[in-house]
């Protein structure tokens, strides 16, 4: 899985890369249909928007956006966004296969 952190505006870059890295790592890394992962956060008039952009091995781009005054809570409502859309490619992917073997 390829990760990609895009944050123009942010002051901390590095550190800001290796958390969201490691994070995404932890969170996506069990899913072997993903095959890669675009953060992108961006502030704005003291607003925080956090992209993801998820590339599935047979699917369509799964996109998500949080917007909040706080960094983190942006991140953590973007990230409600694509699991929910995981949820739904998991659904259609595989457990539609997996009733018909029964």
Known sequence: MDIHITAPT???QEGLALYY????????????FVQSVELKVVTEKEEAKVSIS?????????????????????????????????E??????????DARRS
């Not at 739904?88 to 296969?97: G, L, S, W």
């Open 10 to 12: 942010h002051e901390k």
């Open 88 to 97: 739904k490619y998991k659904e259609i992917h595989y457990r539609k296969r």
């Open 21 to 32: 890295t490691e994070d995404l790592k932890k969170r996506f890394g069990q899913y072997k």
């Open 54 to 86: 998820m590339l599935p091995s047979n699917g369509a781009v799964m996109f998500a956006t949080g917007q909040n005054k706080i960094e983190s809570s942006a991140y953590q409502d973007a990230l409600h966004k694509i699991r929910r859309q995981i």
